[in-house]
């Protein structure tokens, strides 16, 4: 570092080092020197208005032609410099004709010379030379860039300003300070913004007094005082940069607010995360967008959520040209004025016509469309008419859409729009006829709707009307028809009319007319089933007709109406009936009571009832001594100890429905009490009289009590059975066993077994039909050894199965049942018919027969008679096949679809070509729905049994 001392026409050189202070050199100038400036090497002396730039140190190294120079050059001798400034780069001097010159000292010339319209009387160029601040002999104050000679004004400048101080920081570029005698203003100067490069006024500082500002750095000013020392001052719109946890909330804003005033949005950041408030965010956001700083904004309203923003951020991120890119921010930020100014400056001047055009400012729209773009005067015009339009403004409304007419075929739609808008406009403006006609001749029903409500807002009836009808708005039309009492027409547009309004109205007209079939026909359309009811029975004498309605409607003013009809009629039990049907119930009750009709009362009301209406026919029926309708009564009314003594009672007459509801009545209470007093009844103890044992079957599974059901349903199918009611037997075993089965309960062994005896039997019609005697015989054989199950046709069995033994092969198993047959308890019952033959089987015996097939156990795959169910070696009881009667084998299960009983799949296929029917439950299956079975586990096991 160099230091200048200087005194007359001599200047000291110095050399400032870690050493300490080192004299360089000594010079004298040619006249008295007035000031110098220095930077890194060289010296600039201002003598007698003549600067005289040379090397501070001689180095042989620099060329002798560039140790010094005179200015002002040659050229310019008859100026005065005024002031001057050095920088590591640029000589820089004013003379008094107002010219600023910029000397570029490494390559030893000229680079600029700015004219300003005044002289300059001083001037304070930055570190590096890119900006240059000096005040005129008017005393205003300027920053000029001397690259594109932008000239911009430091506001409130004092007259006494002494000079001026640029930020040292490297990245504060473009704070500065001005500084009078008392007073040090703080000024931040813009390069880029909205508004173009700008100066602002930031702050006032008090100087201390007689201090002069020598050097501003991070905004620390380093003063030195009237007695020569230095001291220093902090300025108050410094920002706090570093070590910010500690500050209030308060202390924060205004930290924020310190670093937009000064443009230092990054170092914001913190403090603003701390406040987190959206104002704050807000303000940091428009100060970055005003200042053309988009990341940081996109930054900053992301941070807010704001995605709209952040979208159209993005979107404009890549744009080059500034005037462009500040329109749109300006824009953004709803300064609309300005942003027409600078799309209008820029390279794309029609988007100032397209913002106004998205604000709906059509008349600034129709002036630009006039300058950047006459083919859009027509399509503008067309939306400024829409809103004037809207808001009530008709007459200049159909002027712009006249003006929006192009007669270009490419455009029709456009234009239908434009005529569609001078039809409403000129409707509204009284010119009717026109309106109406181009509506007419319009192929757009929408339009024939908007000029008809127009026209019918205005009492235009007729030409509304017609509109409407035109329109195919038939029931608009009609309504306005009928206000206008055109009740023909009505008429002749009701079979399009949907509206029950209108047909109501047309209904009325007609009734009042007396034409009261045309008036039923349109209450009817209308759905007004009260009025067509009330029509039926007042005016057209035809109760059937209102009786149909009233039925299929369910109105319940109609049912009032038609009560009231059979009531004239004396006819009770229709008017109970109806009376029910329109909720009237007390009315019911008491005319039911009054004329004996209770019992028809009470069927009718069962499904609209409560139990307060339940309880009191239940009286009823009780005072009069019918206990099976009293107790069913007490059942619906929830009182179920008075229902079963009732429907006690009346099962002792006999009365099987009186004891189906008992048994329902007990299921549903689950009273332990009337559940014994129900078993005790139908077991005989209170009578002496035991009940068929069906009942206490239903009784049991009405209680859920499944296993004393199966134990019931055993006796029922033996008795069943005993009479030779083998189907039925079937069908009882067959129904609790899957009702065990869906509640995970094992059936007994019992039960199993005479279900698959019975089964067998009822197999054994189905393989003769088809002409398979060997399954027959075998299903015969089994039957056979349990023939003691069948003792109503004991012999017929015994006699089939000898013959389908015969038939089948089978001739030692034909023998051994033809010899049964020959018993003296059974000889003489034989079917003449077979009496030969069986003899004749007996006297010449053959007792060969083919061995049975083998097939694997689905437990162990032992290998066994396919008829045996269970297997030897393992001690299971194998399910059978319910087409064969066979055991299941693994490789070749299905399953009935509905029952879910197992066969073997291929047997079920060749029954389903002739028969259509499970032949367990008797319910239609289809092959398609017949499918392989892999996995038999829950055929095999119930309950996790293994």
């Not at 192009?406 to 455009?411: A, D, K, M, N, P």
């Amino acid at each position: 570092m160099h230091l200048a001392v200087g005194m007359n026409n001599r200047i000291w050189f110095y050399y400032l080092g870690d050493a300490g202070v080192e004299k360089l050199r000594d010079r004298e100038y040619l006249g008295t020197v007035q000031s110098v400036k220095l930077n890194a090497e060289h010296a600039a002396v201002l003598i007698e208005g003549k600067i005289q730039l040379h090397v501070i140190e001689n180095d042989s190294s620099i060329p002798e032609d560039r140790e010094t120079r005179l200015f002002p050059a040659e050229d310019h001798q008859d100026e005065t410099i005024l002031c001057h400034g050095i920088t590591n780069e640029f000589l820089i001097y004013a003379t008094d004709s107002g010219s600023v010159h910029f000397f570029y000292i490494e390559d030893w010339t000229f680079v600029n010379v700015y004219k300003h319209m005044v002289p300059v009387r001083k001037l304070f160029p930055d570190a590096a030379g890119a900006l240059l601040a000096f005040v005129d002999d008017k005393s205003d104050a300027y920053i000029l860039n001397p690259v594109s000679e932008e000239l911009v004004e430091i506001p409130n400048v004092s007259s006494a300003a002494k000079g001026m101080l640029w930020e040292q920081q490297p990245g504060d570029k473009g704070i500065f300070l001005v500084f009078d005698e008392e007073q040090m203003y703080t000024y931040v100067h813009s390069r880029e913004t909205i508004q173009g490069s700008k100066v602002e006024l930031v702050d006032t500082t008090k100087l201390p007094y007689g201090n002069v500002p020598m050097v501003l750095l991070r905004g620390e000013v380093t003063l030195q005082t009237h007695n020569g020392r230095l001291s220093s001052i902090q300025l108050p719109c410094q920002p706090r940069i570093s070590n910010v946890e500690n500050l209030s909330q308060a202390e924060h804003k205004a930290n924020v607010n310190k670093c937009i005033v000064l443009k230092k949005f990054k170092e914001s950041w913190q403090s603003a995360s701390a406040v987190n408030s959206k104002e704050v965010w807000r303000e940091l956001g428009r100060a970055a967008m005003c200042n053309l700083d988009i990341d940081f904004a996109i930054r900053v309203h992301r941070e807010l959520g704001d995605v709209g923003m952040v979208w159209s951020l993005e979107s404009v991120h890549g744009i080059e040209d500034r005037a462009l890119l500040a329109g749109y921010l300006a824009m953004y930020l709803h300064d609309f004025s300005l942003a027409q100014d600078l799309f209008i400056s820029s390279s794309k001047p029609v988007a100032a016509l397209e913002m106004r055009r998205d604000l709906l400012h059509w008349d600034h729209a129709l002036q630009l469309a006039n300058r950047l773009a006459p083919d859009q005067i027509a399509y503008i015009s067309r939306e400024y008419a829409q809103q004037l339009e809207f808001t009530g403004d008709y007459g200049n409304a159909l002027t712009h859409y006249e003006k929006g007419i192009t007669r270009i075929e490419q455009h029709r739609e456009h234009d239908d729009s434009c005529t569609a808008g001078i039809a409403r406009t000129s409707i509204r403006m009284g010119d009717i006829s026109r309106g109406v006609g181009m509506a007419t001749n319009s192929s757009s029903r929408v339009l024939k709707k908007e000029c008809a409500a127009i026209l019918e807002s205005i009492k235009q009836f007729s030409e509304a009307a017609m509109l409407y009808e035109k329109g195919e708005y038939y029931d608009k039309a009609a309504s306005v028809y009928i206000r206008s009492k055109n009740w023909s027409a009505v008429g002749v547009l009701l079979p399009h009319v949907n509206s029950p309004k209108v047909h109501t109205q047309y209904a009325k007209a007609k009734e009042s007319e007396g034409r009261y079939k045309e008036a039923v026909k349109a209450y009817e359309s209308a759905k007004d089933w009260d009025s067509v009811v009330r029509l039926y029975l007042d005016n057209l004498n035809n109760p059937e007709e209102a009786v149909r309605i009233v039925q299929e409607t369910k109105s319940i003013e109609g049912a009032k109406m038609v009560a009231r009809f059979f009531l004239r009629l004396n006819d009770y039990s229709s008017a109970i009936q109806f009376l029910v049907m329109s909720k009237c119930s007390d009315e019911a009750y008491q005319l039911a009571q009054t004329h004996g009709q209770m019992e028809v009362y009470a069927d009718i009301i069962g499904p609209y009832a409560n139990k307060e209406e339940y309880h009191s026919i239940a009286v009823y029926f009780e005072n009069e001594k019918n206990h099976y309708l009293a107790g069913k009564f007490y059942y619906f009314s929830g009182m179920h100890s008075k229902a079963l003594k009732h429907l006690l009672h009346a099962s002792n007459s006999d009365d099987p429905a009186a004891l189906e509801f008992a048994i329902e009545c007990v299921g549903q209470s689950r009273d332990k009490d009337l559940i014994h007093q129900l078993i005790d009844f139908l077991m005989g103890e209170t009578d002496g009289i035991p009940k068929d044992a069906k009942y206490l079957f239903r009784l049991y599974m009405a209680l859920q009590q499944y296993r004393e059901a199966a134990r019931t349903a055993i006796i029922i199918a033996r008795e069943e059975q005993y009479n030779g009611n083998y189907r039925s037997a079937h069908d009882v075993l067959f129904s609790m066993f899957r009702e065990l089965r869906l509640h995970r309960i094992k059936a007994s062994t019992e039960m199993s077994a005479n279900l698959m005896i019975l089964h067998s039997y009822i197999l054994v019609k189905i393989h003769v039909k088809k002409g398979d005697h060997l399954k027959a015989a075998r299903l015969l054989i089994r039957v056979a050894n349990n023939i003691s199950k069948f003792p109503s046709h004991i012999v017929p069995i015994l006699t089939s199965t000898v013959i389908e033994c015969h038939r089948s092969g089978l001739k030692g198993s034909a023998f051994s049942y033809a010899a049964m047959l020959m018993r003296p308890e059974y000889r003489q019952q034989i079917d003449l018919k077979y009496k030969k033959k069986i003899e004749a089987i007996v006297r010449k015996p053959d007792k060969s027969e083919e061995e049975e097939p083998l097939t694997p156990c689905p437990y162990c795959k032992f290998e066994l008679a396919t008829m045996e169910l269970s297997c030897p070696e393992c001690k299971n009881n194998i399910p059978h096949c319910i087409v064969t009667g066979r055991h299941v084998v693994a490789d070749d299960c299905t399953a009935c679809p509905e029952c879910d009983f197992p066969a073997q799949h291929s047997e079920m296929i060749k029954l389903l070509e002739t028969e259509t029917a499970c032949p367990m439950c008797s319910l239609k299956i289809s092959r398609e729905r017949i499918h392989k079975i892999g996995d038999l586990h829950k055929y095999l096991y119930i309950e996790g049994e293994e």
